[in-house]
T-cell receptor, first 114, second 112 residues
Framework: NAGVMQNPRHLVRRRGQEARLRCSPMKGHSHVYWYRQLPEEGLKFMVYLQKENIIDESGMPKERFSAEFPKEGPSILRIQQVVRGDSAAYFC????????????FGSGTRLTVV | SQKIEQNSEALNIQEGKTATLTCNYTNYSPAYLQWYRQDPGRGPVFLLLIRENEKEKRKERLKVTFDTTLKQSLFHITASQPADSATYLCALDMNRDDKIIFGKGTRLHILP
C-alpha cells in the first residue's frame, strides 16, 4: 500500500514560469492538505481539499496560486508566474477524513525559482 | 493572535537520558494535539495523538502529556538513542475541524 506520492521531488523554474506540483493521496484517503515549508520555518497551511471541493483555502496567497483535487487523478497545486519568494518545500498530506485522524505526508516537492 | 510555541533552540541530550520537548499554545482550545517527527529532506511522520480529555499517552519509549489549563504539551523520549535525532513538530486543530496547524518544531540531537 503505497503512501502519499508527490512528484516531482525537485522542480526548478525560471521567474515567470508556471509550477505544477502533484500529489496522489494514500489509497482510501479522500482528504488532501497542502503545506509550505521554508528553511528553518514550520509548516504553513495552504489549502484543504476533498474530491472536487476546496474546503479551506485560507492559507493560499490570493494571486497566482490555485489547487484542485479532481474526481480522477492526483491533487494539483499550481503556481503561476513564479517568483523567487515561492522557492520552498511543498508538502502534501492525506487523511481518511474521520475525526481525530492523523495525517500521512509525502516526501515533498522542493521548488527552486531561478 | 493564535500561536503555537516550541523551543526554537536545538536540544542536545546525552544518549540514554530522557529528552523532554515542550509545546505551548495561546488563544486556542484544541480538541486534540499531535506530535510528528521530521528528518531532513523528508515529510513529517505521525507519532502520537492525545485528546483534550486525556492527561497522558504512551507508545513504546514515547510519552505525551496534555495540560489544557496550562495550554501545554510535553513530549518525552526515554532511553534516548542517536537515531532519535530529528526535528519534532507539535500540531493541533485550530477550529475543531480537520485542519491542523503546526509549530515550528524543535531540533533534537542525541549525543552518543
Amino acid at each position: 500500500n503505497a503512501g502519499v506520492m508527490q512528484n516531482p521531488r525537485h522542480l526548478v523554474r525560471r521567474r515567470g514560469q508556471e509550477a505544477r506540483l502533484r500529489c496522489s493521496p494514500m489509497k482510501g484517503h479522500s482528504h488532501v492538505y497542502w503545506y509550505r515549508q521554508l528553511p528553518e520555518e514550520g509548516l504553513k497551511f495552504m489549502v484543504y481539499l476533498q474530491k472536487e471541493n476546496i474546503i479551506d483555502e485560507s492559507g493560499m496567497p490570493k494571486e497566482r496560486f490555485s489547487a484542485e483535487f479532481p474526481k480522477e487523478g492526483p491533487s494539483i497545486l499550481r503556481i503561476q508566474q513564479v517568483v523567487r519568494g515561492d522557492s520552498a518545500a511543498y508538502f502534501c498530506a492525506s487523511s481518511p477524513g474521520e475525526w481525530l485522524n492523523s495525517y500521512t505526508f509525502g516526501s515533498g516537492t522542493r521548488l527552486t525559482v531561478v | 493572535s493564535q500561536k503555537i510555541e516550541q523551543n526554537s533552540e536545538a536540544l542536545n541530550i546525552q544518549e540514554g537520558k530522557t529528552a523532554t520537548l515542550t509545546c505551548n499554545y495561546t488563544n486556542y482550545s484544541p480538541a486534540y494535539l499531535q506530535w510528528y517527527r521530521q528528518d531532513p529532506g523528508r515529510g513529517p511522520v505521525f507519532l502520537l495523538l492525545i485528546r483534550e480529555n486525556e492527561k497522558e499517552k504512551r507508545k513504546e519509549r514515547l510519552k505525551v502529556t496534555f495540560d489544557t489549563t496550562l495550554k501545554q504539551s510535553l513530549f518525552h523520549i526515554t532511553a534516548s538513542q542517536p537515531a532519535d535525532s530529528a526535528t519534532y513538530l507539535c500540531a493541533l486543530d485550530m477550529n475543531r475541524d480537520d485542519k491542523i496547524i503546526f509549530g515550528k518544531g524543535t531540533r533534537l540531537h542525541i549525543l552518543p
